[in-house]
């Protein structure tokens, strides 16, 4: 007699076989609610368990994005979601997957990846609905950055490589309500330059400390005479500043001019910023480094 395919059934078969979850539903429909006939399936068609694709290399996959109102005005949010081939990232298929979870997301108002893992999606969480992609895409499919901001007003540049590939760059810009009239220039700037910070005072101490050790030392191992160290080391560190820095950088468009100088011209301020890259994250930074 058919047994119906519950939650409870799919978890029972997920936990024995360790298959994805869109497997095993499958597998339990096709054998009418039997979990041993379903755990036959399963073994016969050389499904492997999910946990099997995870030791596999992700780094490859889309950004998806969306702006939408919040108390503060406005909200953007990005979303790295990764594949193992470009093939698989731009099927229509993963790019509706990576709109499901945008969507998600923004309903969850979640910030970090922990608050987007647990939010409520369709297949239950958005951690269930990325383990069923997996089993769908046959790949190893995860999470990669997450990022959010906020302001009176956000822009977003989403970034292809090619036209038939979806976005591997967002760049994200809040501003005031001023600031608004460049925020997409700036947003271009923010994806092409990769800034690391907005401000000299968004760095961390430790990383202008260390920053500041190397340019004396360099300085001093050329030869630069003692008296003098500090005025090199002081335009090093201006140097420093204007890669990493956003505000500090000069306008791609005229470089005369600094994205600080820029905001002055319309009278406007920067809130913050944010940049995803597929595969650029820190996740894949070490998984690089451990190879």
Request: net charge negative; glycine share 6%.
């Amino acid at each position: 007699m058919a047994q119906k395919v519950t939650a409870a059934l799919i978890k029972q078969v997920r936990d024995e076989t360790g298959a994805g979850m869109m497997d095993v539903k499958k597998a339990l429909t096709e054998a009418e609610g039997d979990v041993d006939r379903a755990k036959e399936i399963i073994r016969a068609r050389g499904i492997k368990a999910a946990g099997a694709r995870e030791g596999r290399k992700a780094q490859e996959g889309l950004v998806a994005s969306q702006v939408v109102k919040s108390d503060a005005g406005e909200a953007g949010y990005a979303v790295e979601l990764n594949s193992e081939t470009d093939f698989v990232a731009k099927t229509p298929q993963f790019v509706q997957f990576g709109d499901e979870v945008i969507a998600d997301v923004v309903k969850a108002e979640a910030s970090n990846e922990a608050e987007v893992l647990a939010a409520p999606s369709q297949a239950g969480t958005i951690k269930d609905t990325i383990d069923e992609a997996a089993a769908l895409f046959h790949e190893h499919v995860k999470l990669g950055q997450v990022a959010k901001v906020e302001g009176p007003h956000v822009e977003i540049y989403a970034h292809r490589k090619s036209v038939e590939l979806p976005p591997s760059i967002v760049a994200m810009i809040a501003t005031d309500e001023a600031g608004a009239q460049i925020a997409h220039e700036v947003a271009l700037q923010i994806s092409a330059m990769a800034p690391k910070w907005l401000s000299r005072d968004d760095v961390p101490a430790d990383v202008a400390e260390s920053e500041t050790r190397v340019a004396t030392e360099k300085s001093l191992a050329e030869g630069k005479p003692e008296k003098i160290v500090p005025k090199i080391v002081e335009g090093r560190l201006n140097a420093f500043y204007k890669e990493v820095c956003l505000l500090d950088q000069a306008y791609v468009k005229d470089t005369s001019r600094s994205i600080a100088d820029l905001f002055k011209s319309v009278g406007g301020k920067a809130v913050a910023f944010a940049r995803v890259e597929v595969g650029k994250g820190p996740k894949a930074e070490e998984a690089e480094k451990a190879e």
